[in-house]
């Protein structure tokens, strides 16, 4: 099995060596042996497992999540892939929550863009009229001035 420095790791999965150390650090990878000059060498299975780890972060899990079905690949139970199922499951409801939120961010977005005139004082511009005073906001005034803001 080839080993290599971390440098080299770092090369071949495209990432910084700060990135290979956090890794270690958090435990997604096995800490490394030493040479007697104080150099890490990795084993060549930390390509692939690094690779599973920046793949894993495209499709939106946290290290955390990702920690856990690296633990899953150890596991030997028989229920392994029930687990990543259900990991997923999570993932793309969280997903769409963020789609959801995304689309209304959007929505409100579009609305005051459409509202503003684009020229003129900036003080009657919706779109920072929107930011600044929260519609809710009980402060304001009949004519739409803030009370003691």
Do not use: W
Not at 114 to 137: A, H, M, R, T, W
């Amino acid at each position: 099995m080839e080993q290599q420095t971390i440098s080299r790791l770092a090369r071949r999965v495209d990432v910084n060596t700060e990135t290979i150390r956090y890794y270690e650090r958090e435990g997604l990878l096995e800490p490394p042996e030493r040479l007697p000059s104080g150099y890490r060498i990795f084993p060549e299975n930390a390509v692939q497992r690094v690779h599973f780890i920046k793949r894993a972060q495209k499709l939106g899990f946290s290290l955390h999540e990702i920690k856990e079905l690296l633990s899953l690949r150890q596991e030997l139970t028989g229920r392994e892939c029930a687990r990543v199922k259900r990991l997923a499951a999570e993932k793309i409801k969280e997903i769409d929550r963020k789609i959801e939120a995304l689309a209304g961010m959007r929505s409100v977005l579009k609305d005051l863009e459409e509202q503003c005139p684009g020229s003129g004082p900036l003080s009657g511009c919706p779109i920072v009229e929107s930011l600044q005073y929260d519609k809710s906001d009980h402060r304001r005034t009949q004519n739409g001035n803030a009370r003691g803001v």
